[in-house]
């Protein structure tokens, strides 16, 4: 079964409506823009393409002095479900952060595999501080443990798509967290 022409049929229930994200949004931005007091430089890193809803609407939640940077990795196979271990980095940064204090802003955390990477690969390039700020976490399913440091939303092991979060890259325009029909997916998890 294909995706419908009207993504909002594929939807079996709105699990974070637009105004409970924007809430939480403004939240976490006023937690971390009171994180880090002073002008020191603070980028963030957006992990793509994900957390591109995200990072536009944290970024301007955050009052203070930013830069945007924004890396692409991939661990799920395209139109896959589960997280392969294995990470590739298809877009790395484009500046330097020697010295600097970093925020990875992701979308979801799952199995932790694909942050885990992350965070040592920029640790690698001696960064002042690295931190972590993810929209959704679905601790249930952690391989790898992390230390989150801003976490909007728990929430259960259902797979969703929409506010950035896609199925096959659908449905990332969807101006809400969804969980996605069973049936769209059930043949990738091997149930028809
Ligand atoms: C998703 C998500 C995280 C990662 C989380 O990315 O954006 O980067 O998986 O999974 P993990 O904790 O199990 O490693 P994905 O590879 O689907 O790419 P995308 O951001 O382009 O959708």
Do not use: C, Q
């Not at 793509?48 to 692409?72: C, H, P, Q, T």
Request: net charge negative.
């Amino acid at each position: 079964m294909g995706a419908s022409k009207n993504p909002h049929d594929d939807i079996s229930e709105v699990l974070l409506n637009e105004e409970t994200i924007a809430a939480r949004v403004k939240a976490l931005g006023a937690e971390i823009t009171a994180a880090y007091p002073g002008n020191d430089e603070l980028v963030l890193v957006s992990v793509l393409k994900g957390s591109l809803v995200f990072v536009g609407d944290l970024m301007r939640a955050i009052d203070r002095n930013v830069r945007i940077d924004v890396m692409e990795v991939s661990s799920y196979g395209g139109g896959n479900t589960e997280s392969s271990g294995t990470v590739r980095i298809l877009k790395d940064l484009s500046g330097s952060i020697d010295g600097l204090d970093v925020l990875i802003v992701e979308d979801i955390i799952d199995t932790g595999l694909t942050l885990n990477y992350l965070t040592s690969y920029l640790a690698g390039k001696n960064p002042k501080s690295v931190r972590i700020v993810t929209l959704l976490d679905k601790p249930a399913r952690r391989i790898a443990e992390l230390p989150v440091d801003w976490t909007g939303f728990e929430i259960p092991d259902k797979f969703v798509v929409g506010y950035g979060l896609d199925f096959g890259e659908h449905y990332r325009n969807l101006r809400y967290v969804g969980v996605l029909k069973r049936e769209l997916y059930a043949s990738i998890i091997g149930e028809a």
